[in-house]
């Protein structure tokens, strides 16, 4: 690491991005890249905003993040990750950056009950899947790199699985949440802290990075809502072959890590404090976004 560092977060309006630059320890100044400085998925492009940023080091956040849509458009999904960290990388080794590339639990197919660690064998099954493996595969060119594999992530900035299931139970909807699905809930705040902690190491390599403890996409759901108070809303448990999608995912790609302990990184604090915290964000926002109360 060095002792003050330039560093160019892509992606920075994104949900992860955001905390990203917010959590900045003192020896590090963010750059924050969004799609307005460059479409990264283009070389001239991507050179031109991350070299402009003259990082030390790229905390490569942006994505291509539409599940379905990489499904349904598995080219563009291409583009915007393996392209696109292609065009990252690049940038850093031009620069001699180090890189840190944020990739996901998608890249494992998540049909053995055991838990997926760094040293797991990658086998995407979906075109998200593949498309994160080769941009990881792009990420690991770089002299000086390191991949953080997360999950299930949840925060204050974007769109995503506990915000989706509150917004419908407040407007009243019954839910159906898929049962089979296990995974590690990860809050963007905890996450980003966990990325500034690891580049205060000279690690390379993968590592995976999420908060404690495995749960079901029923398990959280039904947390959200007692957090939120809705814990009356009717919740049906169900497979996820009955969920309508045109994507198949994997249904216990649980993330843990064999390296973390070496590092010197203390492990994550449980997903159930991380939610609490998340839910006070949101009821705030709602108490906001009510009309006042006349008098
Ligand atoms: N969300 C999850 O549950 C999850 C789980 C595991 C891993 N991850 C990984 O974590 C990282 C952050 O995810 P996130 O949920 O924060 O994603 P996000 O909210 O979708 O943010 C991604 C950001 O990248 C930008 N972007 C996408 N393609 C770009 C391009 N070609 N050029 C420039 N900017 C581009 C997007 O801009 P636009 O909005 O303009 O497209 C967006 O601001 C990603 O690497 C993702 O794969 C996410």
């Not at 995503?160 to 809050?187: D, W």
């Not at 039904?222 to 108070?229: I, M, P, T, V």
Request: with cysteine.
């Amino acid at each position: 690491m060095a002792r003050f560092a330039t560093v160019a977060v892509t992606g920075a309006a994104g949900m992860l991005g955001q905390e990203v630059c917010v959590a900045v320890p003192e020896w590090a100044t963010v750059v924050a890249l969004t799609r307005a400085d460059g479409d990264l998925s283009v070389a001239a492009e991507a050179r031109d905003a991350v070299g402009g940023a003259e990082p030390d080091i790229v905390v490569h956040c942006a994505a291509y993040t539409d599940v379905d849509g990489a499904t349904r458009d598995p080219e563009s999904a291409r583009r915007g990750n393996a392209v696109a960290t292609r065009n990252v990388a690049r940038a850093c080794d031009e620069l001699g950056a180090r890189l840190l590339f944020v990739s996901t639990d998608y890249v494992f197919d998540g049909a053995s009950d055991r838990p997926c660690v760094e040293s797991t064998e990658p086998s995407p099954i979906n075109a998200y899947g593949r498309t994160k493996l080769a941009a990881e595969a792009q990420a690991a060119r770089v002299g000086s790199h390191m991949i953080v594999r997360t999950q299930w992530l949840f925060g204050p900035g974007g769109r995503n699985f506990v915000e989706a299931i509150l917004n419908a139970a407040r407007v009243g909807k019954s839910l159906r949440v898929v049962q089979n699905e296990h995974g590690h809930p990860t809050y963007t705040p905890d996450l980003a802290a966990g990325l500034w902690r690891l580049l205060e190491t000279p690690e390379q390599g993968i590592v995976h990075l999420t908060n404690s403890d495995a749960c079901t996409r029923l398990q959280l759901a039904r947390a959200a809502l007692d957090e939120a108070g809705l814990g009356d809303t009717e919740v049906a448990g169900i497979d996820s072959a009955e969920w309508p999608s045109p994507t198949r995912r994997p249904l216990h790609a649980v993330l843990e890590s064999e390296r973390l302990d070496t590092l010197g990184v203390a492990p994550m604090r449980h997903w159930s404090e991380a939610l609490t915290d998340y839910v006070a964000i949101l009821r705030r926002r709602w108490t906001a976004e009510q009309p006042p109360a006349s008098s």
